[in-house]
């Protein structure tokens, strides 16, 4: 074979392609001998392939935050009829949650797994959550603030 | 030809392992399969050469489980494959791309492509793909890495005959054939060579 005619790029990946499936053909007790033999250890590998994992979970996490970020910005947007007072929301929150409590399970967060240590800066989204979910009716919510 | 599209591979999302799942499934890594995997890793690198653009093989470890976590991309089917076989298919597949150049987001996974026709046969349309025209400075080093094996298996007739099946492109399995030697020898020769080709890796890192 001529040199013109060689695509040593595709020969040489051949090669190591044939090689690395050769090391998925020994046996446990080959793989063991070489390792003894070099002194390799595999804690970095695992540890390569546990950290993967682990940014994998923080990146799901982030994007849960954003969505559910995003999902209070488009909310605070909207205009809904909320009792005045922080008070009067949180008991406007509990009241509805004590007659729907699947609705309650439906709308925790991972940081808050109960209403009641819910900061008093998140009652507002949590109440608006509501009203757009249909869970309560905008009209019934003012009648009852009046 | 007409493809019967009931036979796709693509993984239905209720089969596909949860993060935790995958979590558990890195930890019970056995030793040797976490070995194999790193030197699996290592290999398809090197057979990549400057087409891996600055990437490691600690990348491409990386990156088989953010596919896999990912998906919309690279699902493991926990019921049908084992965990380290699936990471092998992923590291192939990701490196073959990136050998091609492709862009990650549009690398599939050679099981997602693979079609059954009518007669029951499988379709494997990459195999039909031609290989992209190469670079000329990439092809120069692929030369020259290639040039460097050649010599340190020239003295050994059988291993210098395998390494000449492998860059035609031939499998273990056909090598096997074509020379009509036992397995035995064949693992004895790819022991060798294996060494070989990493102590050869390892002395040219010693020079960087």
């Known amino acids: 074979m001529s040199d013109k005619t060689r695509n040593y790029e595709q020969e040489l990946a051949s090669l190591m392609n044939n090689l690395a499936e050769s090391v998925f053909e020994m046996s446990d007790d080959e793989v063991r001998t070489e390792m003894k033999k070099n002194g390799d250890s595999t804690d970095a590998v695992r540890g390569i392939l546990r950290q993967a994992v682990k940014d994998c979970q923080q990146r799901n996490l982030i994007e849960a935050q954003q969505r559910y970020e995003e999902r209070i910005a488009a909310l605070s947007s909207k205009k809904f009829s909320l009792p005045e007072s922080i008070q009067e929301m949180r008991d406007m929150l509990n009241s509805i949650l004590t007659s729907n409590p699947a609705v309650g399970s439906a709308l925790l967060t991972a940081q808050h797994r109960d209403f009641s240590d819910l900061p008093d800066e998140e009652v507002p989204g949590y109440l608006k959550q509501l009203f757009e979910l249909g869970v309560i009716d905008d009209t019934a919510a003012m009648g009852d603030d009046e | ?208």
């Open chain 2, 1 to 208: 030809m007409k493809l019967n599209k009931q036979a796709s591979r693509r993984l239905p999302p209720e089969k596909a392992a949860s993060l935790e799942e995958i979590s558990a499934a890195v930890e019970s890594l056995s030793e040797e399969d976490l070995w194999r995997l790193e030197k699996y890793a290592r290999y398809r690198l090197r057979g990549i050469g400057r087409a891996a653009m600055g990437r490691d093989h600690e990348d491409l470890l990386r990156e088989a489980i953010a596919a896999t976590c990912d998906p919309g991309r690279r699902r493991w089917n926990i019921g049908a494959v084992s965990f380290v076989h699936h990471l092998k298919g992923v590291m192939r597949s990701i490196s073959s791309h990136w050998r091609e150049g492709f862009n990650k987001e549009e690398a599939v996974l050679e099981t997602d492509v693979i079609r059954t026709n009518e007669s029951g046969k499988e379709i494997n349309p990459l195999l039909d793909a031609e290989s992209p025209l190469p670079d000329p400075e990439r092809e120069l080093a692929a030369k020259e890495e290639l040039s460097q094996i050649e010599k340190l298996v020239a003295d050994r007739p059988l291993a210098a005959l395998i390494v000449g099946g492998m860059r035609e492109g031939s499998s273990g399995s056909e090598i096997k054939q074509i020379l009509g030697i036992s397995q035995t020898e064949y693992e004895t020769e790819m022991k060798w060579l294996r060494r070989t080709v990493r102590d050869k890796a390892r002395k040219a890192e010693s020079h960087v």
